[in-house]
């Protein structure tokens, strides 16, 4: 019954993604890529929380208190209710923006307000490089859900076939099959999560699964602890908004106010995080031996619920994890063709942009069954990198006037300290690496913008 409930629900989401497409004729790089900026508020909205709550949420956030405690998952919740606000502002800001370029890509911003070819390289090569651990996410999360749901397959072919849905989806009809398959992927998900809670609850009581739980994890915080949940709110918070799929995302609206009214309705998918505690809890609280901190939610689905149940939550997290899987390639393949390869016919970028995006999911399937890690830790590298652009993204969103070579040494500045940092696992008192990091990036951009202005001042 598990497996029926689960293919159905596959078969099913390939049905909406093949009518998706139907009434647009032949696609467009735009209509592919952005919708041609149609999308409406209800697209909108399902199509960026299909980004924002993913397969981490079901897999990473539990196996995140399963493996490091309760403390461990504060900052996870807190920096996406500290982006919110942030994106209530600034999400417009970027559709217009995008509409003043022309753009489709974030690399596109950054050509289009700085003139400058050096840094549309930095930031579409970066954004390659850093999106990489985010697609292993996906792949390490899909293995996890599968095998911790009972379906021991070898992680090879589990892999192989979760790229050949994303691409299938893709393919399809481009971000219209990802906008529709995100309304199915998000009604069971939150079923998924709040059932699981909720049997939790019946079964072996709230209250006795917190207690239990207390005795094995703490509940408090140490002073590193909370400094390094404090940095990494905001941390991660600045760099949400500037991932390049989630920009790309913005782009699909039909108008900025479009943007705004989404933002309003997002926190209401957080009532579905003490459902997960609950179920990670419970996995502490009953000394669950698992084969991975990842299974934690798993582990208790499996113990509490029916069949066709449990093959609604496999539904739910395969979709999680291949719709935000089909958005990174959405994103990756056009910063190919566009901004690495610009001299490419319009009429040739989006076959070449299938072709890198086959690439992409080969090498994160490499990274993923090469280097297996906790998902929280993939969450982590990707924002080193990524969060260092906000500093350009907002003197794009305001206009104002900086230095190309400013910014560009800023970002590399930024992402090389913050992987040194990393690698060398040093420690400021649990701030955030990449929190000190951009931090440097600010303090290059201002002395290199700044430098031949004060040069000229001391020569006078």
């Not at 995140?64 to 461990?72: M, Q, R, S």
């Not at 915080?221 to 600045?238: G, H, I, K, P, V």
């Not at 179920?279 to 990842?294: D, E, K, T, V």
């Not at 499996?302 to 739910?316: N, S, Y």
Request: glycine share 10%; aromatic share 12%; charged share 10%.
């Amino acid at each position: 019954m598990t497996t029926a409930v689960f293919l159905g629900f596959i078969v099913f989401s390939l049905y909406l993604a093949i009518r998706s497409g139907k009434g647009h004729g032949a696609q467009s790089m735009h209509d592919f890529f952005v919708a041609s900026r149609q999308f409406g508020a209800f697209l909108v909205f399902f199509l960026a929380a299909g980004e924002i709550y993913s397969i981490g949420t079901m897999v990473g956030f539990p196996g995140g208190i399963y493996a490091k405690g309760p403390t461990y998952g504060v900052w996870f919740l807190g920096y996406i209710l500290l982006a919110y606000p942030l994106g209530y502002f600034l999400g417009p800001k970027i559709w217009q923006a995008g509409a003043r370029y022309n753009a489709i890509t974030l690399p596109d911003l950054f050509k289009g307000h700085y003139g400058s070819r050096a840094l549309e390289l930095i930031v579409a090569g970066s954004s390659i490089l850093f999106l990489l651990p985010w697609g292993q996410l996906q792949f390490t999360g899909l293995v996890a859900a599968l095998k911790g749901l009972g379906w021991d397959f070898d992680p090879v072919y589990l892999v192989m076939i979760s790229a050949a849905l994303a691409f299938s989806y893709i393919a399809i009809s481009g971000v219209r099959a990802s906008a529709y398959i995100a309304i199915l992927k998000d009604i069971l998900m939150v079923v998924a999560i709040v059932a699981t809670g909720v049997a939790v609850g019946l079964k072996a009581g709230v209250g006795d699964v917190f207690h239990a739980a207390s005795l094995q994890v703490s509940n408090q915080m140490s002073d590193t602890q909370l400094r390094f949940s404090m940095s990494t709110m905001l941390f991660q918070a600045l760099g949400f908004y500037v991932m390049p799929f989630a920009v790309q995302n913005f782009f699909t609206a039909k108008s900025a106010n479009t943007i705004r009214r989404t933002q309003v309705a997002m926190p209401l998918y957080m009532l579905m995080y003490p459902f997960l505690v609950l179920a990670s809890y419970y996995a502490i609280s009953q000394n669950l031996q698992l084969a991975s901190p990842n299974e934690a939610f798993f582990a208790a689905a499996v113990r509490l619920l029916p069949g066709w149940l449990l093959g609604l939550v496999a539904a739910g997290a395969a979709l999680s994890g291949l719709l935000v899987l089909a958005g990174i390639c959405l994103a990756i393949g056009p910063i190919v063709t566009r901004n690495l390869l610009p001299g490419l016919p319009e009429a040739r970028q989006k076959q070449g942009a299938k072709v890198v995006i086959v690439i992409y999911l080969v090498l994160s399937i490499a990274m993923t069954l090469a280097t297996p890690n906790l998902m929280l830790t993939l969450i982590n590298t990707t924002y080193y990198g990524v969060t260092q652009f906000f500093p350009g993204v907002l003197v794009i969103l305001f206009s104002l006037k900086v230095r190309p070579l400013a910014i560009a040494l800023g970002i590399v500045t930024g992402q090389l300290l913050a992987i040194a940092l990393y690698v060398q696992q040093a420690d400021f008192g649990g701030i955030n690496l990449g929190l000190v990091s951009l931090a440097v990036n600010l303090l290059v951009t201002a002395l290199v913008h700044y430098a031949p202005r004060l040069a000229r001042v001391q020569a006078a």
